[in-house]
């Protein structure tokens, strides 16, 4: 009995021993699998649920004006991640964050629903709707620092500077054109959370370094704003279509303000009309009236004329073959001066026939028309300039006093400050410099001159014909400024009916463009209404409003009046006033 015991324990003994070798053996093994064979599946496995690899981008370069300001910049923003295998309840989380971010709920929870370890739930949401997510506590639910395009001044500039879409590349205006020098570098990392969703380790200095360059423009933003202000007063006033208005440098071509009204805003501009968005001081072409007689009178002068060469005016109507032009008011004989003066057609008109029509074409290009600027902005028009050899009799004495040929409003003020700068155009200039995210100048901008139009001695006698524009009698009085010598020109031009042939005679756009000082010339303006109602002479609609915006600038930028200066002057020499 004893002996039968013990060797059943025995057996007993040699079979657990058997066992525990074969445990420990077994567990060897698969430890040895797991760390040997499985390795790499099981170490990816651990990191998919606490850290995923991710293509970081860096921030969008900045567009500044021209003292460093803000205009369109990046602010912090948080993207939605999930991993819809780790959620419990899809429609319960669906409908919590769908009621928080205002989106689709169904399609929502079908992403939550899914079999997947990865899926986005929304792009570059606020941090004040991250913070109402995060309250949720939903397991699966993750948050990942980014960025998003700012305009700080909302409306400002905002048809030059555009705006981009929700993966930040530029849909509209500078924000387009320069959207590969702003846009930033892409580099891969792997980046970890906790189990709320947090991150770990982003690299935020290598979001920073990967960050686009930066476009300093010449626009001036307290100029931006004075033109904006002012341009909406007086669109609103004469319950117009739209508006622009242009300051422009005549010296360098620096452009200090494209405003433009309509405005809207590129933070949501989603919210407004496509047709709002363009850069119509670019894009778009019109007949500018009058305000071309001052490069017919440029032109007259080269050719021999002088300022008080005289032509007969036929008292207010003169018949072109079948055609009659008419002056608002009668006049007889006219000095070219007086022409300019009264903003005379038929003195317009009669010049051209004089010097020929290929003479005036000639000089209309030289000025800049009928060719694009190359000022940097998307979708510039060149206008409309025909070859002389196409021009009849009357498509000429048209031309002359600005109908018939259609220029943008670039190529307007660029011309006007040809004159403002003794004869010579200069390239309008948008861009100041290009900066890296260090700050380092890639690339500087200078002002370019394009060529001599008129002698500087021409230059002159217009300049002077355009200041006799704005005082007594003149057609431009209510741009005349208590100071400064104003220098301007009025324009009223019909605009052609759009389904057949012919000018309207209840649609006009209203234009006064001009500069001050007379004798230096600081700025030049340019003020465009389209279809004023209240009233449509440039005099009355656009010249109170060129000076406002040169009034305001002025005093702005420190300019004294020009009595102040002389009076300067003359006790520095020792004189008595």
Not at 25 to 46: M, N, P, V, W
Not at 182 to 188: E, P
Request: charged letters at 25%.
């Amino acid at each position: 009995m004893s002996n039968d015991f013990n060797t059943d324990m025995k057996h007993r003994i040699i079979i657990v021993q058997i066992l525990i070798v074969a445990s420990i053996f077994f567990l060897g093994a698969k430890s040895f699998d797991i760390q040997i064979f499985k390795a790499k599946e099981l170490t990816r496995k651990a990191e998919d649920d606490y850290s995923r690899h991710f293509t970081i981008h860096g921030e969008r370069g900045q567009i500044l004006d021209r003292s460093m300001n803000k205009l369109a910049t990046s602010i912090d923003a948080v993207s939605i991640t999930a991993c819809p295998l780790k959620i419990k309840n899809p429609k319960d989380a669906a409908e919590k964050i769908s009621n928080i971010l205002d989106i689709n709920q169904k399609e929502l929870q079908n992403t939550l629903s899914s079999k997947r370890t990865f899926a986005w739930v929304a792009k570059k949401i606020s941090p004040d709707q991250a913070g109402q997510i995060r309250q949720l506590n939903l397991t699966g639910i993750y948050f990942e620092t980014d960025s998003k395009r700012f305009y700080p001044n909302r409306t400002l500039a905002a048809q030059v500077i555009g705006f981009t879409g929700a993966e930040d590349s530029g849909l509209e205006g500078l924000e387009f054109k320069y959207d590969s020098v702003m846009k930033g570098s892409s580099a891969r990392i792997n980046m970890k959370r906790d189990g709320n969703g947090g991150n770990l380790d982003l690299d935020k200095k290598k979001r920073v370094e990967l960050r686009g360059n930066s476009i300093v423009l010449t626009i001036d933003k307290k100029i931006q704003f004075l033109s904006e202000k002012t341009l909406e007063k007086t669109v609103m006033a004469h319950r117009a279509k739209s508006g622009i208005a242009l300051v422009m440098r005549p010296q360098t071509g620096e452009l200090l303000s494209i405003a433009h009204f309509p405005k809207f805003n590129p933070n949501n501009f989603k919210e407004h009309d496509r047709s709002v968005f363009r850069n119509r001081a670019v894009t778009d072409a019109f007949e500018p009236g009058s305000v071309m007689k001052v490069f017919t009178a440029a032109a007259a002068l080269e050719k021999g004329f002088e300022p008080q060469s005289i032509f007969f005016c036929e008292n207010g109507n003169y018949k072109i073959g079948t055609f009659t032009i008419h002056d608002t008011h009668p006049h007889d004989w006219l000095s070219i001066n007086q022409i300019i003066k009264f903003s005379s057609n038929i003195g317009a008109a009669k010049i051209v026939q004089t010097i020929g029509k290929r003479s005036l074409h000639n000089h209309l290009v030289a000025f800049g028309f009928g060719d694009k600027t190359m000022v940097g902005c998307p979708g510039e028009t060149s206008g409309n300039l025909s070859p002389y050899r196409k021009w009849s009799n009357i498509d000429a004495g048209a031309i002359s006093f600005g109908q018939g040929v259609s220029v943008s409003a670039i190529q307007l003020i660029s011309g006007i400050s040809a004159i403002a700068n003794d004869g010579n155009l200069m390239k309008p200039m948008l861009i100041k410099k290009i900066i890296s995210n260090t700050g380092k100048d890639i690339k500087v901008y200078h002002p370019e001159r394009i060529r001599q139009v008129v002698s500087s001695k021409i230059a002159g006698q217009v300049k002077r014909m355009m200041s006799l524009a704005v005082k007594e009698e003149g057609t431009g009085t209510k741009a005349a400024m208590n100071g400064y010598s104003v220098c301007g020109k009025t324009g009223t031009a019909q605009k052609a009916m759009e389904k057949r042939k012919g000018y309207s005679k209840r649609n006009y756009i209203s234009v006064f463009g001009g500069f001050a000082p007379q004798g230096n010339p600081e700025l030049a303006i340019l003020v465009v209404v389209d279809e004023p109602r209240k009233q449509y002479y440039g005099g009355d609609v656009a010249a109170p409003a060129f000076k406002s915006i040169m009034a305001e600038s002025f005093n702005y930028l420190n300019i004294p009046p020009e009595k102040s200066k002389n009076m300067i002057a003359l006790l520095s020499s020792g004189e008595k006033t």
